[in-house]
């Protein structure tokens, strides 16, 4: 009698637990969008080699980046940094855009999107609302910052793109009434696709 009562004790007990403390390996809609919002962590890392180019923004030899395939989920309001980019030919870009091969004015409202939210290129040559600063510009996905390869020419010897980065024209930072991008340099942003 006893051991049964003990049974049906550790039995109520795991109930308990799992009622409070739901499995890892949920595999519910909601669990799934938790488990992808809060687990895009690196995929592996990138190691800067000794190339002799040196820049501000260039990798350091022998240092470790962190390389990602995933963004966070894209919503009404996702949460990024929105950086820089002269997609001129000879700025600070690299090669040519991706999504056409081509180089793009200072003056044309485009961006690159990290390599989760590129998806492939399936954002290509489509819009998204940027929101900062009280205002909302729409700007054309044209390239890819890419989160998994890095320091080297094509990618103008910079480090990996972060997992969370709208890489922007100088015309977008100047339609949200932000003059100052080349002392800023990063600035906290929303966006979603139009």
């Keep these: 009698m006893s051991s049964i ?20 390996c949920d595999s519910s809609p909601a669990s799934a969008v938790h488990h992808h919002v809060n687990k895009c962590r690196p995929s592996g890392r990138l190691q800067g080699p000794d190339t002799g180019h040196t820049c501000g ?4 030899p022998g240092h470790f980046y962190p390389t990602y395939r995933c963004s966070p989920l894209v919503t009404t309001q996702t949460k990024a940094v929105m950086t820089l980019n002269d997609f001129s030919e000879g700025g600070d870009g690299g090669g040519p855009s991706e999504c056409d091969g081509k180089y793009h004015s200072n003056s044309e409202r485009v961006v690159a999107l990290s390599t989760g939210w590129y998806h492939k290129g399936k954002r290509c040559h489509k819009h998204i609302r940027i929101h900062g600063r009280g205002r909302s510009v729409l700007a054309k996905v044209v390239d890819e910052c890419d989160s998994m390869h890095g320091c080297d020419e094509d990618h103008a ?3 990996p793109c972060r997992p969370n980065i709208v890489d922007a024209s100088k015309a ?10 080349n002392y800023i340099g990063e600035y906290n942003i929303t966006w979603s696709d139009a």
Aim: charged share 15%.
């Design 5 to 24: 009562r003990s049974l049906l004790l550790v039995l109520a007990l795991a109930c308990l637990l799992l009622v409070t403390f739901p499995s890892p």
């Design 57 to 60: 923004e260039c990798c350091r």
């Design 157 to 159: 010897y910079q480090p």
């Design 172 to 181: 977008v930072w100047e339609a949200l009434g932000i003059h100052d991008a």
